[in-house]
């Protein structure tokens, strides 16, 4: 059965450093996304993406994050200067529009994310 | 505006016993709804969803029913196994076409031998 995988599993960086997150979604997916959960809290929207560019983002996503789909089977999301405030699990997610699924989101397992 | 939101935090249910973990939601302009299992360690795994237009769904084992009156869904697990031990969300899309998902606390079903 085909899933969206993540890596890194676990990242550990220095607060004010760059990381980058890894996501390959489901091959004939279209839809792309990417959610935050903080420990013990619910899961958080960050970002959606389609054709290319993003198509809603919440207030959580500032400045500080972007998206990119560099190839045609990775998805992958920038924090440029991380906070402690960004330490949590973060999850990609995607959708297929086709068969009028477009809101069933299949998640991967996520990278934790711990700044120091 | 948008609230997805549990009752119960914590639910423990005898193995072979059904289990109902409840939610409610604001949005009167929510049309989807999915329920999520987590595991420890694990994303968020699909388990069944539901349309505004219907008010019971049922898989393998599972059942959602959608109340739009009192703006309540539910998650009936029938016979439960200890592999149904998780925490169980709730989400909905807010409004039609919607790609975020909002997603309740959680719930954390265990299940007792």
Excluded at chain 2, 44 to 72: A, E, Y
Aim: charged letters at 20%; proline letters at 4%.
């Amino acid at each position: 059965e085909p899933e969206v995988t993540q890596t890194p599993s676990h990242q550990v960086t220095q607060m004010g450093q760059e990381v980058i997150l890894r996501c390959v979604p489901i091959s004939n997916h279209l839809y792309f996304y990417w959610y935050r959960q903080i420990l013990g809290q619910k899961v958080e929207f960050l970002v959606s993406f389609y054709n290319n560019e993003i198509s809603e983002k919440s207030e959580i996503f500032d400045d500080q994050f972007s998206v990119e789909r560099p190839d045609g089977s990775n998805f992958t999301l920038k924090i440029r200067s991380t906070k402690l405030e960004d330490s949590a699990m973060y999850f990609c997610a995607s959708s297929d529009p086709t068969g009028g699924d477009l809101e069933t989101q299949y998640f991967g397992p996520g990278t934790r994310l711990l700044v120091l | 505006g948008e609230s997805v939101g549990l009752h119960l935090p914590t639910l423990s249910v005898q193995e072979g016993d059904n289990s109902i973990i409840n939610c409610a939601y604001s949005n009167s302009a929510s049309d989807y709804f999915i329920w999520y299992k987590q595991e420890s360690g694990k994303g968020p795994q699909f388990i069944i969803d539901i349309r505004s237009n219907m008010d019971k769904r049922q898989g393998q084992r599972v059942t959602v029913l959608l109340n739009k009156t009192v703006k309540h869904l539910s998650l009936q697990i029938a016979a439960t196994q200890p592999g149904d031990s998780a925490v169980y969300f709730c989400a909905e899309n807010g409004i039609q076409g919607a790609q975020k998902l909002v997603f309740g606390q959680g719930t954390r079903l265990t299940i007792n031998p």
